[in-house]
């Protein structure tokens, strides 16, 4: 708790102008009950953050997929939620992440159970609930598969049942706006406001800093899955294989996205904290340390020397 607070202090003295991007229902129902900023807003993003660092924390240990056990995952995946200013609110990414990682440990949770359709149902119908607050989470169905070619033996009827699981929240929802004469508003909030192709906003400077710092971190999680893999065992190392996925599913929804934001390379932030813990975990502690320090006054940096400017 302290760690999110420090990380995001500038949210309470800076001021910052912002929006969210990428129309959701959900998430457009959500601001307007508590809004997208003030206390509340702001409250209610860091009490997901420390949900999400146990459920990343929960997941690395149960499957053993760290070499030691520690609370690494959990620390750097707040740290990769706290890097940029865009990632500082309560953001649609921010609130779909906590589904995103509900679906993961529902999909861990299949490897070896010969049966488990409701597990595989849940994978998808908690992807779709992602999609009703930041519409791109809807790619995540490439990870959904390839999880599942990687975990299990190729059953087309699982394979239909985590897409029926993926657009049920979607069909619930549309029928409930059907009822109600709106079929039409569902249809433009959900899909028709979100669809684009290659549709990316400017931002000068400052973004191809912090566009740099995040490609840089994909390259070097890329080069070291020698190091993440050694030393697992075989279950281990399938798991660990599929937050690759998430990676491609990210690329893949930015390419369709309309007026994507800073803030899609919110949904980075379980697979980057996963593979940063790992490398951590294999440092020596002084440059450990030293490494994260910097890190950490790397991420203040760029929330405070714009404000100042």
């Given at each position: 708790m302290f760690y999110i607070l420090l990380l995001r202090f500038s949210v309470f003295v800076a001021d910052f102008t912002w929006s969210p991007s990428g129309e959701g229902l959900l998430s457009n129902?959500?601001?307007?009950?508590?809004?997208?900023?003030?206390f509340l807003a702001q409250a209610v993003a860091i009490v997901l953050l420390v949900v999400q660092g146990f459920l990343i924390n929960s997941i690395v240990i149960r499957n053993r997929l760290a070499n030691e056990t520690n609370l690494f995952p959990g620390v750097f995946?707040?740290?990769?939620?706290?890097m940029i200013p865009d990632f500082l609110y309560l953001s649609p990414v921010?609130?779909?992440?906590?589904?995103?990682?509900?679906?993961?440990?529902?999909l861990f949770s299949t490897y070896k159970k010969p049966s488990c359709a409701d597990r595989i149902f849940n994978v998808g119908f908690w992807?779709?609930?992602?999609?009703?607050?930041?519409?791109?989470?809807?790619?995540?169905i490439i990870f959904i598969i390839a999880g599942l070619n990687i975990l299990r033996a190729f059953k087309i009827r699982e394979r239909l049942m985590s897409v029926i699981g993926l657009l049920s929240p979607f069909f619930l929802v549309g029928l409930y706006f059907f009822a109600i004469d709106q079929f039409d508003f569902f249809w433009e909030t959900q899909f028709t406001?979100?669809?684009?192709?290659?549709?990316?906003?400017?931002?000068?400077?400052?973004?191809?800093v912090?566009?740099?710092?995040?490609?840089?971190?994909?390259i070097y999680v890329i080069i070291g899955n020698r190091t993440y893999f050694?030393?697992?065992?075989?279950?281990?190392?399938?798991?660990?294989?599929?937050?690759?996925?998430?990676l491609v599913s990210v690329l893949a929804g930015a390419a369709f996205q309309k007026n994507i934001a800073f803030e899609h390379l919110l949904m980075l932030a379980p697979p980057l904290g996963v593979f940063l813990a790992f490398s951590f975990?294999?440092?020596?502690?002084?440059?450990?340390?030293?490494i994260h320090f910097l890190m950490v006054i790397g991420a203040l940096a760029l929330q405070f020397v714009p404000w100042l400017l």
């Open positions: 129902r959500l601001y307007e009950w508590i809004g997208s900023q003030g995946y707040v740290l990769v939620s706290c921010l609130i779909g992440n906590t589904f995103v990682l509900i679906a993961i440990i529902e992807i779709g609930v992602a999609g009703l607050f930041y519409f791109p989470f809807l790619f995540y406001n979100n669809l684009s192709f290659f549709s990316f906003g400017g931002g000068g400077v400052n973004m191809y912090k566009g740099m710092l995040f490609l840089v971190l994909i050694a030393k697992r065992n075989f279950q281990s190392q399938k798991k660990i294989s599929i937050l690759y996925w998430i975990s294999e440092m020596k502690s002084q440059w450990s340390e030293s």
